[in-house]
């Protein structure tokens, strides 16, 4: 049946049965592919045939999950990595050249600034940033050596919301490819390329396989942009395991259900924080005191699983909050069914000297909080006795 629900290609979205009539996709634990013949063979190899070959290339467990993600995100095509980075790492090294230049939006994930300002310089690869509430300054950056902007939405840890359709018609009037982060939304909440994005990024550890087990990324968008992005990840081998893939793509089949469960949780949690007298602000896109409220109601279904907010009394007020946490975990990760806190500043973003980590809006005082799928009226008892 043509155009069902989100919900329902979540679920349904499978691999052809084979002669055993299984109802649940097997897992395909193979490195290699054979042929019926030489001929079989040579076309293959000649890519005359669309088959698999050899597991760095192609699986059918990674063709599952990846079909799944593509229909969530409305793309065209898409590629499975073995983690987040190496879908970001391999997102851009397989579309620039040494020579050119990226704009950047400042609040992006540690690991992707120290990507953009170690690593591609010793390539001749060059960054630019611009702050995430001045989108004017976007136009200003573009060089003719210019090749793609790159954003998250909402950011990582702030959770703030950059105008993602602003960003399209940027790129579009510049001809320059539009790369997104969407991991803190899940293509649940969120769909970037109807935005005007070119592409799509993922961590397919956070919300996607949303009970902390595997590592996992994946890219989607366009047929063009993905397949040179196909034909170098072939060559240096960072594909997703057919194991990992298999657990991913059974998770997506409760995707819609889990993470309306993270945000219910998250929205009851920043409602509560906003009146604590032990806390200084709090962030989190659906509360109507967040500065892009209407924009992230434009943008996206729900405001995600994660609050930010900081606590009073600096950096000793926020280590005694964290010591006293005892129900939720101390933890990097997010998008986990268990609830994690976080100190952005000495952990996820530390690579980023004090003024950076300001220019972002990371306080040392900051929290960030990846609310799980407990009862919210214990996450919130964990974190007021904390804050005590």
Request: hydrophobic content about 40%.
């Amino acid at each position: 049946m043509k155009n069902n629900k989100f919900e329902t290609e979540a679920v349904r979205t499978q691999l052809e049965r084979t002669q055993y009539l299984e109802h649940s996709s097997p897992l395909y634990l193979t490195s290699s592919f054979v042929f019926e013949d030489a001929e079989d063979m040579r076309a293959s190899f000649a890519e005359e045939k669309d088959r698999n070959i050899y597991s760095r290339y192609s699986n059918p467990n990674s063709s599952e999950f990846i079909e799944k993600v593509c229909k969530m995100e409305g793309a065209e095509s898409g590629f499975a990595f073995a983690s987040g980075m190496a879908a970001v790492f391999s997102t851009f090294a397989a579309l620039l050249d040494s020579g050119d230049h990226i704009i950047s939006a400042k609040s992006i994930f540690g690991s992707t600034h120290s990507l953009f300002t170690q690593f591609f310089p010793k390539w001749n690869i060059s960054t630019s940033y611009f702050d995430i509430d001045n989108l004017e300054r976007v136009e200003e950056l573009v060089q003719s050596n210019t090749k793609v902007i790159y954003a998250e939405s909402p950011t990582n840890p702030g959770v703030d919301i950059l105008d993602l359709e602003a960003l399209g018609i940027i790129a579009k009037k510049h001809g320059l490819i539009l790369i997104i982060d969407n991991c803190f939304a899940s293509p649940y909440l969120q769909q970037p390329i109807k935005f005007g994005a070119d592409l799509v990024i993922h961590s397919g550890t956070k919300l996607m396989d949303g009970q902390g087990r595997v590592l996992a990324g994946i890219t989607v968008g366009s047929f063009e942009l993905i397949d040179k992005i196909y034909r170098f990840s072939r060559i240096t081998g960072p594909a997703l395991s057919p194991f990992n893939a298999w657990v991913l793509s059974k998770s997506l089949e409760t995707l819609a259900l889990r993470v309306d469960r993270h945000c219910s949780n998250a929205l009851q949690l920043a409602t509560f924080l906003e009146d604590h007298s032990k806390v200084n602000w709090v962030k989190y896109p659906f509360l109507k005191s967040h500065p892009k409220y209407e924009l992230a109601k434009k943008q996206m279904k729900a405001g995600g699983c994660v609050v930010a907010f900081e606590v009073k009394g600096g950096l000793e007020a926020g280590k005694k909050f964290f010591d006293g946490i005892q129900l939720l975990s101390l933890s990097a990760n997010l998008g986990d069914s268990r609830s994690i806190v976080t100190h952005p500043a000495s952990t996820t973003h530390s690579k980023l000297s004090a003024e950076e980590r300001e220019s972002v809006g990371i306080s040392d005082g900051m929290v960030r909080v990846s609310v799980g799928l407990e009862h919210v009226d214990d996450i919130i008892r964990d974190i007021e006795q904390a804050l005590g």
